[in-house]
């Protein structure tokens, strides 16, 4: 059973950059897909970025394009979500996913692991 542990979430003003980090337990850490959602109070969870298991493919939402990055380093088990030049709908719980399957996705049925979550606050 694979265990994430997010890190990094707090609050920011608008401009403003934060990076999010994700620990995972999983020595196979190097074979999972991994990707970062997001969910506000009362809306449905959204797709914000995903990296492949070599981090040689990543996608992204079309409104943190440009200002948000993922990488990761399956060395240290862990992915990222640097976010730059914040706004305040950026303001979420952010999670952190793992997927077993090759394909990367960007909806959460095609990820089968996820984290507790991090608060992130953009303040105008």
């Known amino acids: 059973q694979l265990q994430l542990v997010e890190s990094g979430g707090g609050l920011v003003q608008a401009g403003g950059s934060l990076r999010l980090s994700c620990a995972a337990s999983s020595g196979a850490f190097d074979t999972y897909a991994m990707a970062w959602f997001r969910q506000t109070p009362g809306s449905e969870l959204e797709f914000v970025a995903t990296i492949s298991d070599r981090g040689d493919y990543t996608n992204y939402r079309n409104s943190v394009r440009g200002r948000f990055t993922i990488s990761r380093d399956n060395a240290k088990n862990t992915v990222y979500l640097q976010m730059n030049s914040l706004k305040p709908e950026d303001t979420a719980v952010y999670y952190c996913?793992?997927?077993?399957?090759?394909?990367?996705?960007?909806?959460?049925?095609?990820?089968?692991?996820w984290g507790q979550g991090t608060q992130v606050t953009v303040s105008s």
């Open positions: 996913a793992a997927s077993n399957s090759l394909l990367v996705g960007t909806t959460e049925r095609a990820y089968d692991y």
